[in-house]
């Protein structure tokens, strides 16, 4: 329509020679009128077989210095022992009795969900706690599922259902075995996003034991 009434014979070429110098001008090198989206930025490039960081982090002095004296008890994910949905943990987390420990919950802002802790005891075993007969099952712990509101200060150490120790000469399961011990030290080493938690003891600690403990 904003061609009408112009001569015929100036139309035939002026506008294309606009273009082109238009088209010449925007396309040279370093052209300050150069169009923003002929720019490109490219995402960072990941080497073939880098795996992505799992989002941990180590715990600071001042947490390290933060240990907990505890009672310490163990269940199984069964019915009895938990609630109707035996397999999943209260942060939602499954019941993998590996990683897992459940806390009470007058303790729930000292150890939120995801926190990493390392279980010891230095006292001597008694015939009511039996911890150096499942330590090595023990290990470090992701907080992951909650006590009964009855309990406090104290931890509930997830075991595997159908594994047993020998106690006495006399096959028990871990959580039988260990009993009720007191004078249990819970030590913050860490956090970890629940979705990042392992599978595994191994790969746990590995995660935060020593020396890949640098305190920060």
Known sequence: ???????????????????????????????????????TISAPVVASGEAEEPSK????????????????????????????????????????PEVVVARSRDMAAELPFG???????????????????????IGYRVVADTMHQR?????DVLFPTHDTVSVNGREVNPAIALGVCGQVTATVVGRLDLKDVPATQAELAAMFSAPSLALR
């Open 151 to 155: 309990w406090v200060h104290k931890i």
């Open 57 to 96: 982090r180590l715990a600071t002095s001042l947490e390290v210095a933060q240990t907990y004296t505890v009672s310490m008890t163990a269940y199984n994910a069964v019915p009895a022992q938990t609630d109707a949905n035996p397999f999943v943990t209260a942060s939602g987390l499954a019941s993998n």
């Open 1 to 39: 329509m904003a061609l009408l009434g112009r001569p015929s014979g100036r139309l035939s070429f002026m506008p294309v020679i606009a273009v082109v110098a238009l088209m010449g001008f925007l396309f040279l090198p370093g052209s300050a009128g150069a169009p923003a989206h002929a720019e």
């Open 115 to 137: 926190t990493v802790i390392l279980l010891e005891r230095s006292a001597k075993d008694t015939p009511s706690c039996r911890f150096t007969e499942v330590e090595h099952l």
